[in-house]
């Protein structure tokens, strides 16, 4: 069974720097792709980047390139979504995705819950 | 970057009514559209890929049409468990991959 199972929520000042993970299982991890969605308080969902973990070719949609940094472990299963410097408005719900092929995101992760608040 | 505009924002229909929801490209994207449903407090669940094609284990009442830039989502007898926000989503090149606004649908 494929899952993608994320670590907890996390509370942090603006200005820290903060890493998620997100640890697939039941697949071949360096096979497929796996990517970001953001979803901000009572918000829609927005597509952040994604990942090959084989090679580590990364894409980043134009609204979130230089904002934050994914990396994959292909060694422990696992990808990474990391801020340098967080601000208030990165607050948000952010959840992992494994596309099938393209953007088609059969697998979802459970969410992890950002909060960023002095 | 390809924009959706996808409507109603929100709708109230009454079960077993015929709820449709349309999602615009701002161009040509084929059938590079994906349709997810995203019940409170949960991550989202793909229902339709490529347009029209439901995903296995996806009940049939649940329906996708179009291509180019015009393309509509069908439930063609709401139920209560329907309850949800349904978004689209265009995969057309990649990075620039977009969702919808996103359409609440509720329980009249």
């Known amino acids: 069974e494929v899952q993608l199972v994320q670590s907890g929520a996390e509370v942090k000042k603006p200005g820290e720097s903060l890493k998620i993970s997100c640890k697939g299982s039941g697949y071949s991890f360096t096979s497929y792709w796996i990517g970001w969605v953001r979803q901000m308080p009572g918000k829609g969902l927005e597509w952040m980047g994604i990942i090959y973990p084989g090679d580590s070719d990364t894409r980043y949609s134009p609204s979130f390139q230089g904002q934050v940094t994914i990396s994959a472990d292909k060694s422990i299963s696992t990808a990474y979504l990391q801020w340098s410097s967080l601000k208030a408005s990165d607050t948000a719900m952010y959840y992992c995705?494994?596309?099938?092929?393209?953007?088609?995101?059969?697998?979802w992760g459970q969410g992890t819950l950002v909060t960023v608040s002095s | 970057d390809i924009q959706m505009t996808q409507s109603p924002s929100s709708l109230s229909a009454s079960v077993g009514d015929r709820v449709t929801i349309t999602c615009q490209a701002s161009q040509d994207i084929s059938n590079y559209l994906n349709w997810y449903q995203q019940k409170p407090g949960k991550a989202p669940k793909l229902l339709i890929y490529d347009a029209s094609n439901l995903e296995t284990g996806v009940p049939s009442r649940f329906s996708g049409s179009g291509s180019g830039t015009d393309f509509t989502f069908t439930i063609s007898s709401l139920q209560p468990e329907d309850i949800a926000t349904y978004y689209c989503?265009?995969?057309?090149?990649?990075?620039?991959?977009?969702f919808g606004q996103g359409t609440k649908v509720e329980i009249k």
């Open positions: 995705v494994r596309p099938r092929v393209g953007a088609t995101f059969d697998y």
């Open positions: 989503q265009q995969y057309d090149n990649l990075p620039s991959w977009t």
